[in-house]
């Protein structure tokens, strides 16, 4: 009887304990309600004309400019093959940074996922081994990376190269999540300056470029503890040259330090990191708590507060133009594919004209390749054509292009042409000056990009060949 008494007493205190554990947990918790109006989540998409855009895309993508990739073996000299999950996959965000200073959290903070089973492990030491790929899911499940590289509807097909141990590390997370329904997010190893590239044992470096070439949205992560910049760091920020328009500098756990301290970390931050970033604009900072547990006290809270309003503002801009980018990304690949195409036959028309009956093959070809501008090879595609200089590609690279693929598999532009199909210089032009913008203002001004009936049906007329002699 006394057993069953204490029993009575003891269930509703340890309920009284565990209701008062929780609200003392949620008085230290950070309100969320600024992320769901910032990002706007609780506004519906139009999915249907966001839909058709893709399908117009993907059609200029493989009726244009992929016949002169496959051509001319453009994947073979910059090694970046575009998919059909590229094309339709949601925007990328990817976190950078040393070890163990919040990018794991700030993931969960975004997600809302601390003290769930499902929230990133998080920790003092390094706790994150693998590329963890969070994405959108009708439930919640864990995907190998193996399955992620053999999915082809999944962008992520080509990092099937970097080999089994590297796909080992590759993990996805799927969940039904409102943020992931729009964006994708990828969470990385902590860089860890003392480990070498063979000690991971994958090539670390090539990795985080492959999703640095397609991220849109790249937050490098910093706390006041880890500012020092060694060799990995470095070579991590000269692969992101080029790129600068995507970074973001984030000062992680910036209320750890009062307010005279965190100064001097900001400037030290900028100190260490001028050397890497050369451009004229700096990259936008943002010094804040990135984590679900509210500011410490005697801290510069309204700006933390701010500063996170700026940096969820930035993410939703990201979002809000994901179309309008990956329109922009797929004409500077067809622009990249267009020079390329050019230069291929200016070296075979080159070759051309440098043979006789007598010549070397070899010989030849390999005079043309050690010294192009002795030939005006380069030259000559700025004089003909409106290409920047800025653009053209490394000169070496074509040596070592040619090596892998004869001069003589090419076949010169003017001879690229059909009945049916077009000439595919003037295709891909069209698509470039035309067909791409056009995509990109219908959008801009509210109209659904639906195909023409030329697209459609398909208009046969004659192609016209204006590099052909007559």
Known sequence: ????????????????????????????????????????????????????????????????????????????????????????????????GPWSVGKSSMVNYLLGLQDTPYQLYTGAEPTTSEFTVIMHGEKIRTVEGIVMAADSSRSFSPLEKFGQNFLEKLVGIEMPHKLLERVTFVDTPGIIENRKQQERGYPFNDVCQWFIDRADLIFVVFDPTKLDVGLELEMLFRQLKGRESQIRIILNKADSLATQDLMRVYGALFWSLAPLINVTEPPRVY????????????????????????????????????????????????????????????????????????????????????????????????????????????????????????????????????????????????????????????????????????????????????????
């Not at 697209?455 to 016209?464: D, F, M, Q």
């Open 1 to 96: 009887m006394k057993v069953l008494v204490s029993l009575c007493v003891f269930v509703p205190l340890l309920a009284l304990a565990t209701a008062e554990e929780e609200a003392v947990l949620e008085s230290i918790l950070r309100d969320r309600s600024h992320i769901e109006e910032t990002l706007r989540l609780a506004a519906d998409e139009k999915a249907g004309d966001y839909a058709a855009a893709l399908q117009k895309l993907r059609k200029i993508y493989h009726s244009s400019i992929r016949p002169m990739e496959q051509a001319y073996k453009y994947n073979e000299l910059r090694q970046h093959e575009i998919s059909d999950g590229e094309i339709t996959s949601k925007p990328m965000v990817l976190f950078l």
């Open 287 to 470: 010094v804040s708590s990135f984590w679900p547990y509210d500011y410490a006290p005697d801290t510069s809270r309204d700006l933390f507060k701010r500063e996170e309003i700026s940096l969820l503002e930035d993410l939703n801009q990201v979002i809000e133009n994901r179309l309008e980018n990956k329109i922009a990304f797929i004409r500077q690949h067809g622009i990249r594919v267009r020079i390329h195409a050019l230069l291929v036959d200016r070296y075979v028309q080159t070759f051309k004209e440098r043979m006789s009956f007598f010549s070397d093959p070899e010989l030849v070809f390999q005079e043309i390749v050690d010294d192009p501008d002795k030939f005006y090879i380069f030259k000559s595609i700025l004089a003909k054509t409106n290409v920047s200089k800025f653009d053209l590609p490394n000169r070496d690279a074509y040596r070592d292009f040619f090596g892998i693929n004869p001069v003589s598999s090419f076949k010169q532009l003017s001879s690229q042409c059909s009945y049916a199909g077009g000439c595919l210089l003037e295709k891909i032009e069209r698509a470039i000056t035309h067909e791409l913008p056009s995509l990109l203002g219908s959008i801009n001004s509210g109209k659904n990009p639906t195909l023409s009936s030329c697209e459609a049906t398909g208009c046969g007329e004659k192609p016209k060949n204006r590099y052909r002699r007559n």
